[in-house]
C-alpha cells in the first residue's frame, strides 16, 4: 500500500499565494506520473496539473501561467505552487500518485485551499 499525504492547504486573500506539498509513501514499486486535482463544492473533479517521471508537466488552462507543478523524485515528494489565487481556486486539492510495473492509483485525502478576503 502506498499512502499519500497532502499538506500545505490554508486560508488565503485573493491574490496570495500557497505552495501544496504531497509526499508518497516508499514502496517496492516505481513512481510514475503525479498529479494534483481539485473539487469544489457540487463540482467534480478535475485535474490541475500532472508531471511525469520524466519531468513532462500538463497544466490545467484555467491555471496556466498562475499554478506551476514541480516534483523532488529523491524526496518522493510533488509540489504546486499556487500564485495569484482567485476565490474560484477554493476547493479541495487531491494528490494523486500513480505507481507503474504493475499500473496503479493512490489517492491522498485532499488538503482545503480557501481563497476569501
Known amino acids: 500500500q502506498v499512502h499519500v499525504v497532502e499538506s500545505g492547504g490554508g486560508l488565503v486573500q485573493p491574490g496570495g499565494s500557497l505552495r501544496l506539498s504531497c509526499v508518497a509513501s516508499?514502496?517496492?514499486?516505481?513512481?510514475?506520473?503525479m498529479g494534483w486535482y481539485r473539487q469544489a463544492p457540487g463540482q467534480q473533479r478535475d485535474l490541475v496539473a500532472v508531471?511525469?517521471?520524466?519531468?513532462?508537466?500538463n497544466i490545467a488552462d484555467s491555471v496556466k501561467g498562475r499554478f506551476t507543478i514541480s516534483r523532488d523524485n529523491s524526496k518522493r515528494t510533488v509540489y504546486l505552487q499556487m500564485n495569484s489565487l482567485k476565490p474560484e481556486n477554493t476547493a479541495v486539492y487531491y494528490c494523486?500518485?500513480?505507481?507503474?510495473?504493475?499500473?496503479?492509483?493512490?489517492w491522498g485525502n485532499g488538503t482545503l485551499v480557501t481563497v476569501s478576503s
Open positions: 508531471i511525469t517521471s520524466g519531468g513532462t508537466t
Open positions: 494523486k500518485v500513480v505507481i507503474m510495473s504493475p499500473f496503479m492509483t493512490y
Open positions: 516508499r514502496s517496492t514499486f516505481s513512481i510514475g506520473a
